[in-house]
């Protein structure tokens, strides 16, 4: 706009620049922030579609998770309503098939369901050992109106002429075997294999959206900066010449938005627009952060993951196992930190190996750990006791170049205390008592 000296400057025209600018950046910074919403709509969807694939195949793990548990309650109690569970799961439910029918649903994912696919011929092999184990214990229990698969299970002559209590024992061996437990750990690594594959894929397809999105934030930052500087002008110049009406445009606008700025009001009213674009942008990509509810070295849940999993578990599904590396001190000073690390690493990795997916493992300190047992109904020692097995037999195992390792570990049913801060008290005081008993043992809160 010329200024000719010999006339008045027109306010008018100043006015209505003013308005154009704002109307012309506005849109643009519209149009902006519309593409950064499609972008980021885009890698929502990515990762929902991540989110469901990964559910099926952890789908077909619990189901086959569900299935040992029954069984496995059904030899060692001999209760029947186990062994329904049981069938209802392989024969009405049936959670493992349509977990495959789900992953069979995108062309994409064909290796990760061929590992899953695996993961289910290895759970029906499993099965075979199971019908086995359930008809020893309806033989020996004299049960009736069964499922008419076990009809088809031959017993050993052996096995046949052990008497009741033989073939019950002979029975909760079997579900209870290292080769049992070796079978489960076949499934668990196809399925884990399963899930790498959808990883690699929906990590390729989420890089590229993540690219797309940093493409259009830096558009905004752009279109941000030059409408900031295009305002800081025109305000410039209405400011020097005194116009009002700029002033009450100004206020207009300042009256859509919330947040009252003081000052340069055009300047901070842009720059909390901008603020507000970008907190949203930065508090989503917050709720995808692995990092802050996991643990860097082990990949277990971290302080902040326990303190959510505490504050929100069911205390009458839940049992809690505090436990302790023994001695680990003197593991780093042997050995180093390194190995101390590996040794953590370690722990973490059997314990994923021995619990199901549904629980929950924490690292609240050093060499302290949770295990969360969600969805836990009834009494269930005996097998936590035989878990506690397997975990102390695996981290003996020096095959791995690493020294033996041993915990001490107290277990609290929840249905036993009266809140969250009384669970994890009972359950520091059982570790503390396994503790006092020399090291290298479990011991079980009793009121």
Sequence with gaps: MLINRNRSISLKNINLCLILVVVVMSGIVMYADYLLASSFERLTEAQKKHYEMENAAHELMDASDYLTENVQRFTVSCDRKYMDRYFTEAFETRRRETALAKMSEDENTKAAFNDLQDAMDNSVALMEREYYAMRLVVDAMGYTGYDPVLDKVVLSPEDDALDQEDKIRRATEIVLSDDYFEQKAAIRRDMHESIEEIDKLMEAVEKHETSSLNRKVKLVYTVLAVQVISILFMLGLASRLGIKPVLTAVEKIKSDDPI?????????????????????????????????????????????????????????????????????????????????DKALIKLVHVLKGVFRDDDYICRIGGDEFVVFMVHSSGMQRRLIESKIEQIVRDLENTDDGLPPISISAGIVNGRDVTDTENLFEKTDKAMYESKKKGKHTYTFYTK
Excluded: C, Q
């Design 260 to 340: 009252p700025e003081s000052g340069a009001s055009e300047f901070i009213y842009l720059a909390r627009a901008y603020n507000k674009m970008y907190e949203r942008y930065r508090n989503s990509l917050e709720k995808l952060n692995y990092k802050a509810s996991h643990d860097e070295l082990t990949g277990a849940y971290n302080r902040a993951g326990y303190d959510i999993m505490l504050s929100s578990v069911d205390l009458k599904t839940t049992y809690m196992m505090l436990l302790d590396v023994d001695n680990f001190k003197s593991i780093n000073d042997t050995y180093g930190h390194e190995v101390g």
